[in-house]
């Protein structure tokens, strides 16, 4: 009794000292706008999930965006007394610095000292030995709201894992900033794979929270298992929120422009075409070397965020995205300009193998190759939409 006492002490304590933290934010901070000041992550609701770890050992799937209020959520459950026992780190890694498709190996956290198990690569589900200490798992990463966007499919391996150990998964729901619209081909099922593991469209309007829900109600969990699924909402949030992510959720979307062009410009990851990783801009701009030349051009070195930038070192000329304002819609016009302005020698090297799995269909290819109009290629997604909107709505918390 006196420990329960103990660590629910612990609990208020922190609860308080929290409280005053968030209140010590500066109201006139250019990006911590009143609106978004009132929107609190599923992180920032520690009543409501810390009991639930009490006496347990806890494993969290997180990332850099695990965070509350500047403070990693792995730092701030140690801090309270939560039996953290080891991390699972998605794509990018636990901090978040790997680039795009580099395996993550295995490690410890050079500040708590935690064991850090890859689930990018090869070990993308986990293993029965890694849960067998596991009592339950807190998953908390920041999600952009697109299907080939990996962490989604992360969060299915590590659902579909726990449910099979009998280990309960908490979801720390977090806002969508691309939430506001449905669009793109609903995948099909033959194109299954780790950028697209359901049947969704590319922008699918869901949060995390609201995702996770549906994997296990619509069952798409091996052999129909289902999780032991809690999800802590957020609050004060709606999917026509506008929610400009505080922690940059890889390293190729530092900022808010690139997060919202991303549904529409990752698609040309699939073809011959930069999207200016190795650049300062990443996600903002698109060209070739191939391109008609143009005032605008950039040259992809590697970097950090990128090791391996298609067309490294040589001059791309295409356009310019980071001042236009970003479409509300899956905007097909940057690609379809971009194929046809290829030279007619080079456009059957345009797309790659990649590409249908991006789009998870192969008409949205055959369509740009026939040219086809994009109202008419946009109707042809609009009946699979459609049915995926009545499955969608079972699940949703938010309005």
Same mark, same amino acid.
């Given at each position: ?60 799937? $997180?990332?850099?965006?695990?965070? #509350? &209020? /500047?403070? +990693? ?10 039996? *953290? !026992? ?122 995390? $929270?609201?995702?996770?829900?549906? #994997? &296990? /109600?619509? +069952? ?10 809690? *999800? !802590? ?129 192969? &008409? ?36």
């Amino acid at each position: 009794m006196q420990v329960k006492n103990t660590y629910l002490l612990v609990i208020v304590l922190f609860l308080i000292v929290f409280s005053c933290k968030s209140s010590s934010k500066e109201p006139d901070n250019p990006f911590y706008t009143k609106e978004q000041l009132k929107i609190l992550p599923g992180a920032y609701d520690t009543k409501a999930y810390f009991p639930l770890l009490y006496k347990k050992r806890v494993a969290v799937v $997180g990332n850099q965006t695990s965070e #509350i &209020n /500047g403070t +990693h959520l792995v730092d701030t459950l140690l801090h309270s007394g939560v039996n *953290v !026992i080891k991390v699972f780190a998605p794509e990018h890694g636990f901090r978040g610095q790997a680039s795009a498709g580099e395996q993550v190996a295995d490690s410890k956290d050079k500040k708590t000292g935690l064991p850090i198990i890859s689930l990018y690569g090869k070990h993308k589900k986990p293993m029965i030995n890694d849960l067998k200490d596991v009592d339950i798992i807190v998953f908390d990463i920041q999600d952009v709201g697109v299907r080939f966007y990996t962490y989604i499919s992360t969060l299915h391996y590590v659902m579909e894992a726990a449910a099979e150990q009998h280990i309960p998964v908490i979801v720390l729901d977090r806002p969508n900033p691309n939430a506001g619209y449905i669009d793109g081909p609903v995948m099909e099922d033959k194109y299954r794979s780790f950028v697209g593991m359901h049947p969704v469209p590319i922008i699918y309007g869901m949060t995390i $929270g609201e995702y996770a829900r549906m #994997i &296990n /109600g619509e +069952h798409w969990l091996k052999n129909g298992v289902e999780t032991n699924l809690t *999800v !802590i909402p957020i609050q004060n949030y709606t999917h026509q929120s506008v929610y400009k992510l505080p922690v940059k959720p890889s390293p190729n979307l530092p900022n808010y422009q690139s997060v919202k062009l991303y549904p529409s410009l990752c698609l040309f990851e699939g073809t011959d075409i930069s999207v200016g990783r190795g650049t300062p801009f990443p996600f903002q701009v698109y060209g070739s070397p191939y391109l008609p030349k143009s005032d605008f051009s950039f040259v992809p070195k590697p970097n950090s965020a990128s090791k391996w930038p298609i067309h490294k070192g040589e001059i791309c000329y295409g356009k310019d995205l980071r001042l236009v304002t970003p479409p509300s819609e899956l905007y097909l016009g940057w690609l379809i300009n971009a194929y046809k302005s290829y030279p007619d020698s080079l456009k059957s090297k345009f797309f790659n193998k990649f590409f249908v799995k991006l789009a998870g269909t192969e &008409n949205l290819q055959n369509d740009i190759e026939k040219d086809v109009p994009t109202k008419y290629i946009k109707a042809k997604w609009q009946p699979a939409i459609d049915k995926f909107k009545l499955i969608r709505k079972k699940y949703l918390l938010y309005q």
